[in-house]
């Protein structure tokens, strides 16, 4: 049986290359793999397209990213915030390019990519600058814009608990978008907080099987410095 558990940050990202769509998984300050995110600024990439739900706060979850400049572009819901001034900065000064997409299109263009699908049919934008672009097809008397798959090389994920096949459990609101990533990407990378023996996760709890997962990190569960006051479950 393969082990799918590292101790080391830099083995479990050494697929990940300059120029890669990565996709990372948080929403606002939870499910976020903040060590592996630290992983990826110490082997300075640079070029990465990064998937996000948002561009990051402060110097949190992908505006870390951005600070050290490893990233071009950014496919987002959510680019402006209070905490976003990393991202405003880069953007403004033309260094970092933007993709805005609705939050539910983002999450089924990745569903889309993990079921090996094309892309999906969307009412939501028509008649907006979010279809401008894009093919519009009619059914049944309706306009859908063809909003094509959206797959990763890689993906970096959050998840609680893990076994050794890499099955994988979330915790709270953490779940978030990181089992669609873990579908959608090539290779997946999660950081757990915890390894369990096999066997010790219950079938119906495990929301991530293995098949999906390369490598896990085990960090424990921590509170990150980067968010002052702030906790992410």
């Given at each position: 049986?393969?082990?799918?558990?590292t101790?080391?940050?830099?083995?479990?990202?050494?697929?990940?290359?300059?120029?890669?769509?990565?996709?990372?998984?948080?929403f606002?300050?939870s499910?976020?793999p903040e060590?592996?995110?630290d992983?990826?600024?110490?082997?300075?990439?640079r070029d990465?397209?990064?998937?996000?739900?948002?561009?990051?706060?402060?110097q949190?979850?992908v505006?870390?990213?951005?600070?050290r400049?490893?990233?071009?572009?950014?496919?987002?819901s959510?680019?402006?915030?209070r905490?976003?001034?990393?991202?405003?900065?880069?953007?403004?000064?033309?260094?970092?390019?933007?993709?805005?997409?609705?939050?539910?299109?983002?999450?089924?263009?990745?569903?889309?990519?993990g079921a090996?699908?094309?892309?999906?049919?969307?009412p939501?934008?028509?008649?907006?600058q979010i279809?401008e672009?894009?093919?519009?097809?009619?059914?049944?008397?309706?306009?859908?814009i063809?909003?094509?798959?959206?797959?990763?090389?890689?993906a970096?994920?959050?998840?609680?608990k893990?076994d050794?096949?890499?099955?994988l459990?979330?915790?709270?609101?953490?779940q978030?978008?990181?089992?669609?990533?873990?579908?959608?990407?090539?290779?997946?990378i999660a950081?757990?907080d915890?390894?369990?023996?096999?066997?010790?996760?219950?079938?119906?709890n495990?929301?991530t099987?293995?098949v999906?997962?390369?490598?896990?990190?085990?960090?424990?569960r921590?509170?990150?410095?980067?968010w002052?006051?702030?906790?992410?479950?």
């Amino acid at each position: 049986m393969k082990q799918k558990n590292t101790d080391s940050i830099d083995a479990a990202l050494n697929r990940l290359k300059d120029g890669n769509t990565v996709l990372i998984g948080g929403f606002g300050l939870s499910g976020i793999p903040e060590k592996l995110i630290d992983g990826v600024c110490e082997r300075g990439l640079r070029d990465l397209t990064v998937v996000n739900n948002s561009s990051g706060a402060g110097q949190f979850g992908v505006a870390r990213l951005l600070e050290r400049g490893c990233v071009s572009k950014v496919i987002v819901s959510f680019p402006w915030g209070r905490e976003s001034k990393i991202f405003k900065e880069l953007y403004a000064a033309g260094k970092v390019d933007l993709e805005i997409v609705p939050q539910g299109i983002l999450a089924e263009r990745m569903r889309a990519a993990g079921a090996g699908l094309g892309g999906i049919l969307s009412p939501s934008g028509v008649g907006t600058q979010i279809a401008e672009g894009k093919p519009i097809q009619m059914v049944n008397d309706q306009e859908y814009i063809v909003e094509t798959a959206l797959p990763g090389d890689i993906a970096l994920i959050k998840a609680h608990k893990a076994d050794p096949r890499g099955n994988l459990t979330y915790r709270l609101a953490s779940q978030n978008m990181n089992p669609v990533m873990a579908m959608a990407a090539k290779h997946t990378i999660a950081e757990v907080d915890e390894e369990v023996a096999l066997g010790d996760l219950e079938p119906a709890n495990i929301i991530t099987p293995g098949v999906f997962v390369d490598r896990y990190f085990v960090t424990g569960r921590y509170k990150p410095e980067a968010w002052e006051g702030a906790w992410h479950e």
